[in-house]
């Protein structure tokens, strides 16, 4: 990704742009693969601080942790105040917020910006999630607008809020990125084993749904995918893939984060832990002999039922995009950032991985209501969940009922029904917490906080609150 952003920025008229690697020969390689590109090679910082001008501004693609504070150390020697840094891999949020600190003090800006798109998008125009001061933007939002990706007629860039603003909303980009791409696999699981239609022939079934109301970039490369043939085999490649999905850490991070925020991210969660179970073959092998259904799965009538699935499918992403917007909303009050949900929604339209048509209602419904608490209450989204929700019901109960994973599937629709449920059983919880722990509770009836003397005469007692 790191090449191929330089590329992009050396494409755009008036850009020349240094390259610089701690080995010289891929530094090499990039300069006398591209020489369109008009690289400026550089083999030390020295060098490569030599060959900016003045505000420098630096891209940084390297892994994230420690050799991320390796590079911005040795740009510290060679930079100067006014000098601008911009981490644009995938660091955690709370990483930028201590780097950016560290780094003002020497009078260096330090921006950490999300970049979304794959090798592909930093070529040809990602989606940007910037974060840094109100005057790194100044100097960066030109540059960055040059290179983003355009939907609707505008670039793909804004400037997310301050210190780790931008890898935060990055990290919350990917958990939605998780669950997504989790509803899609069980959507595909169900088709294939109810209607028994060939991966080539689900791939058609992907390929008509990316005409309405589920167009987006995943649903695309999944037909894509489906269609692959091994070309060592004569098989799909789909069943000669491993069945065990890898993770880089991003969904973890987000469903830590939601946790520490208080935010449910079910959805994402339950697809972040549906890649852990299935990166666990040992498991998975000595359980295959546990009880399950015993019937034989065949739908009668599949082009119902396959509409049905797409109608979970659109449900359950709503609720996946509404959690994640959630935890936006919960950061942002959380680290003082303010993060326009609209603008957020506006460029992931185009260039990231999980650019989808929907995007425009959710911008317009942040349009029509900046304050809206629940995403899935715009009106747009309640219509459409109006629609779906008995098909979504039918799935995972069918889903259940003969013994198919759905985990993503089915804790959207739990999610769903508890926001909407005039009252949880919390009550029972908040009791059994009150007799083991003197936790307290409150009552429906009138104000105060309450402790029950559990044992003997069951005494109610106002209390502090104090837990």
Not at 147 to 153: H, T
Not at 398 to 420: C, E, H, K, N
Request: hydrophobic content about 40%; proline content about 5%.
């Amino acid at each position: 990704m790191g090449s191929n952003l330089a590329r992009n920025l050396a494409s755009r008229e008036g850009n020349t742009v240094a390259v610089f690697n701690r080995s010289r020969s891929k530094t090499d390689e990039l300069v006398g693969a591209h020489p369109e590109a008009g690289f400026v090679p550089a083999f030390s910082y020295e060098e490569f601080a030599a060959s900016l001008t003045t505000p420098r501004t630096a891209i940084i693609m390297v892994k994230a942790g420690g050799p991320t504070d390796a590079v911005i150390e040795e740009l510290l020697r060679v930079f100067e105040p006014g000098d601008i840094i911009v981490d644009g891999g995938n660091a955690l949020f709370t990483d930028t917020i201590r780097r950016e600190k560290a780094v003002r003090e020497t009078g260096v800006n330090f921006v950490g910006m999300g970049v979304s798109g794959g090798e592909e998008g930093a070529l040809h125009g990602p989606s940007l999630m910037p974060g840094g001061s109100d005057e790194s933007w100044v100097t960066l939002g030109p540059i960055l607008k040059s290179i983003a990706a355009i939907a609707e007629g505008e670039p793909c860039v804004t400037h997310v809020g301050h210190d780790g603003a931008g890898h935060f909303v990055k990290m919350v980009h990917n958990g939605i990125e998780y669950a997504d791409m989790q509803l899609i696999a069980e959507a595909y699981d169900l088709i294939r084993r109810g209607t028994g239609k060939s991966p080539a022939e689900i791939a058609d079934v992907f390929a008509e749904w990316n005409r309405g109301e589920l167009e987006s970039y995943l649903i695309e490369i999944t037909a894509e995918v489906l269609r692959q043939t091994d070309a060592a085999t004569g098989r799909p490649l789909v069943d000669v893939i491993v069945d065990q999905a890898g993770a880089k850490g991003t969904g973890a991070w987000t469903v830590q984060t939601a946790l520490s925020l208080g935010v449910p991210v079910s959805g994402i969660a339950e697809a972040t832990f549906a890649r852990s179970l299935s990166s666990h073959p040992e498991q998975r092998e000595i359980s295959r002999g546990l009880p399950g259904p015993s019937e034989d799965f065949t739908v009668e009538d599949a082009d119902a039922f396959v509409e049905k699935i797409r109608l979970a499918l659109f449900a359950s992403k709503i609720v996946a995009y509404s959690q994640g917007f959630d935890e936006i909303r919960a950061g942002a009050a959380e680290y003082g950032w303010n993060i326009d949900l609209g603008a957020i929604a506006s460029i992931w339209r185009g260039g990231c991985i999980i650019r989808a048509q929907f995007l425009n209602r959710i911008t317009d419904a942040y349009a029509d209501s900046p304050d809206l608490p629940v995403l899935l209450t715009a009106p747009y989204f309640v219509e459409a969940l109006e629609r779906a929700q008995q098909a979504w019901r039918d799935v995972v109960a069918t889903a259940a009922r003969v013994g198919i994973p759905s985990p993503a599937f089915s804790s959207s629709l739990a999610y769903y029904d508890g926001l909407r449920a005039e009252r949880l059983p919390a009550a029972l919880i908040q009791g059994q917490r009150d007799f083991f722990g003197a936790h307290t509770y409150k009552r429906i009836d009138k104000p105060g906080t309450f402790h029950t003397l559990w044992s003997g005469d069951r005494t109610e007692v106002e209390a502090e609150d104090t837990h």
